[in-house]
């Protein structure tokens, strides 16, 4: 016979394939837990936020979320008496602001839960500003 198999006894190829069967297993259920985390930030709490009047001035800031907990969504009203420049996530995003004009407002929302700050500033004076989360 010159067929060169190698002829595993019956117990070592269990042991083999079960091992097989669990590091899968393993894989699976680590992508099922982060597919279910995912899940979960996409689903709105249905909590609104309103914070207290912002005032916004040359000096900038930086506005959370209350609990620390990101929003989906956020709203900013510029009720004046000066233009405000707004970064969302000042950490994940470029460096040009949006310019937010007297009586404008400002609304972005990214269907899951990744908002975690605001830059807020003016070139002159201050801004009084109207702000909204959503979880």
Same mark, same amino acid.
């Given at each position: 016979?010159?067929?060169? +198999?190698?002829?595993?006894?019956?117990?070592?190829?269990? =042991?083999?394939?079960?091992?097989?069967?669990?590091?899968?297993?393993?894989? %699976? #259920?680590?992508?099922?837990?982060?597919?279910?985390?995912?899940?979960?930030?996409?689903?709105?709490?249905?909590?609104?936020?309103?914070?207290?009047? !912002?005032?916004?001035?040359?000096?900038?800031? *930086?506005?959370?979320?209350?609990?620390?907990?990101?929003?989906?969504? %956020?709203? =900013? !009203?510029?009720?004046?008496? &000066? &233009?405000?420049w707004i970064i969302v996530n000042t950490e994940k995003?470029?460096?040009?602001?949006?310019?937010?004009? %007297?009586?404008?407002?400002?609304?972005?929302?990214?269907? *899951?839960?990744?908002?975690?700050?605001?830059? =807020?500033?003016?070139?002159?004076? #201050?801004?009084?500003? +109207?702000? +909204?989360? =959503? +979880?």
């Amino acid at each position: 016979m010159d067929d060169k +198999r190698k002829l595993m006894r019956a117990d070592e190829a269990q =042991v083999a394939l079960l091992d097989k069967m669990l590091e899968e297993i393993k894989r %699976v #259920s680590k992508e099922s837990h982060e597919t279910t985390e995912t899940l979960k930030k996409q689903v709105p709490e249905g909590i609104i936020e309103p914070l207290d009047i !912002v005032t916004a001035t040359t000096v900038p800031q *930086i506005i959370t979320p209350p609990l620390r907990k990101p929003w989906r969504s %956020v709203s =900013v !009203v510029n009720d004046g008496t &000066n &233009n405000c420049w707004i970064i969302v996530n000042t950490e994940k995003s470029s460096t040009k602001p949006y310019d937010l004009h %007297v009586g404008e407002t400002f609304e972005v929302d990214f269907g *899951i839960a990744v908002i975690d700050d605001l830059y =807020v500033h003016t070139d002159a004076g #201050s801004a009084s500003l +109207r702000i +909204r989360g =959503v +979880r």
